[in-house]
């Protein structure tokens, strides 16, 4: 029974995440909570050690809650499941649309979708900030190490832009959060 709800939940969410990790992670988060494989709070430090580490959350929450659930068959029926979709639609799509991406209609259609992705993911982060600087709904308190790294975090963000013009790597600001959660949090 297991093995079915692993391969039915993350195929949804293979099936309709769009946008890459940010714009999947309220679909992953419906998900596995409906399923009640892991609690918001696991959830939480799932998204946050995923995003700091190599490979799409997707897969990486899949090949976790799937290695929890049903063992090795778990990890790889989840993990198949969470990736078949994409790969069965871009193979699909390139043999179907090759001539049509050159289209004003397909272009302006790949906009749209390009502009409700920049929705989801901002509406991710702003979540994912409030959640971690002021506790959530449920568990309303003000983190002030949280609002202050947070607020550190995107001061070093812009100013980079500003005295650089390119930015920062994500890379080096993901370090830079790590070593100041490590510092403020500890281990």
């Not at 993911?121 to 947070?150: H, P, Q, S």
């Not at 550190?152 to 993901?174: Q, R, T, V």
């Amino acid at each position: 029974m297991i093995y079915i709800e692993l391969l039915c939940g993350f195929l949804i969410i293979g099936c309709f995440s769009f946008g890459g990790a940010y714009g999947a992670i309220p679909l992953i988060r419906e998900v596995v909570l409906s399923y009640g494989w892991i609690d918001e709070e696991k959830l939480s430090y799932m998204i946050a050690v995923s995003e700091s580490t190599p490979g799409p959350i997707m897969v990486n929450t899949a090949t976790y809650i799937g290695a929890e659930k049903g063992g090795v068959a778990g990890a790889v029926i989840a993990t198949l499941a969470v990736i078949l979709p994409a790969f069965v639609i871009v193979i699909i799509l390139t043999l179907l649309l090759k001539n049509l991406i050159k289209k004003g209609a397909v272009k302006a259609a790949i906009g749209s979708l390009k502009a409700c992705v920049s929705g989801i993911i901002l509406a991710t982060g702003a979540y994912m900030i409030l959640k971690n600087c002021a506790g959530g709904a449920e568990n309303a308190r003000v983190d002030i190490a949280a609002v202050i790294m947070t607020a550190a975090l995107a001061a070093i963000y812009f100013a980079s832009k500003k005295i650089f013009k390119k930015g920062m790597s994500p890379i080096l600001l993901i370090v830079i959060a790590g070593a100041a959660g490590v510092l403020v949090y500890g281990f």
